[in-house]
């Protein structure tokens, strides 16, 4: 008997295809964070153009999408790898009174990208850190540039492992464990990464959009929970940090903002 032995990056995207098969349309097939969600659609409504037509690359099941399509007045187009996510992000887009400017395909980040077209502004949410190695990263980042439109935006929003590292240290401190990373991410290297970025790709601006958030619900939520029960992701301490400004540079999430040269 044969056995075949499946390599990381096709396990990853069985993953992917799982997560859509359990949880069909809903928020968990990509997160179990509400509020983190919330965050992240604001850093995106504050960095993206509504007027320019837009891509994003691992698209998911639509969540995203479908509050963006309120704000962004141009075509969307989603990609992603994972079969199952794109039938129900159709699920997910398809009431909407605009899903006639939504396009949505099986893609790969890691493919030649030229039949897609080219796009004024393409973004990511937690998708180049299910890529297996740093070199996989920044050929997805150069197969984005190459469908950027001269002064084209990209919008990057991905888990850092330094600030993964920063929150595990203040649990340390306090007599929690660190939180593991995941199996099938590889967070970013932000130092390697950022010296990797092609060229023509001017660098705006880092947004640390989830560092108080992470610091009050990774840090403080979690101490203030009673041993051996989870932390509540809607605990009210919890939605008061997600209302306020954040500050510091403390969170694994980070939104990248750059723009392609003219
Ligand atoms: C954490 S989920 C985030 C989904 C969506 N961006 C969101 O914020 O709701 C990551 C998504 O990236 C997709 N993905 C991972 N690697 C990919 C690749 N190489 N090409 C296209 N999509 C990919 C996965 O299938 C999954 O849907």
Request: glycine fraction near 6%; charged fraction near 25%; include cysteine.
């Amino acid at each position: 008997m044969t056995t075949v032995k499946k390599d990381k990056a096709e396990t990853i995207q069985e993953f992917w295809n799982n997560q859509a098969l359990q949880h069909q349309t809903e928020l968990a097939a990509t997160t179990p964070d509400p509020l983190a969600k919330d965050l992240e659609i604001a850093a995106l409504v504050r960095h993206l153009d509504p007027g320019r037509d837009t891509l994003e690359f691992g698209c998911g099941n639509g969540g995203n999408i479908l509050r963006l399509l309120d704000v962004l007045k141009g075509r969307i187009t989603g990609v992603d790898y994972a079969e199952a996510m794109i039938e129900a992000a159709r699920k997910v887009v398809r009431d909407h009174p605009e899903s006639k400017r939504v396009s949505l395909q099986v893609g790969d980040i890691l493919a030649d990208p030229e039949g897609l077209g080219t796009f004024s502004q393409i973004f990511t949410t937690r998708c180049l850190i299910n890529q297996t190695s740093l070199d996989l990263q920044v050929q997805a980042v150069e197969n984005m540039e190459r469908i950027l439109d001269p002064g084209g935006r990209l919008v990057l929003i991905e888990s850092v492992s330094q600030g993964q590292e920063k929150i595990n240290e203040l649990r340390e401190m306090i007599g929690l464990k660190s939180i593991p990373y995941h199996w099938h991410n590889l967070y970013i290297d932000e130092p390697a990464f950022l010296e990797r970025i092609p060229a023509s790709l001017h660098h705006v601006e880092t947004d640390n959009f989830a560092s108080l958030y992470f610091l009050i619900s990774r840090v403080f939520n979690a101490r203030l929970v009673p041993e051996g029960e989870e932390p509540d992701y809607l605990s009210e301490i919890n939605k008061i940090a997600a209302q306020l400004p954040s500050v510091g540079e403390l969170a694994p999430l980070k939104l990248y903002h750059f723009e392609k040269m003219q």
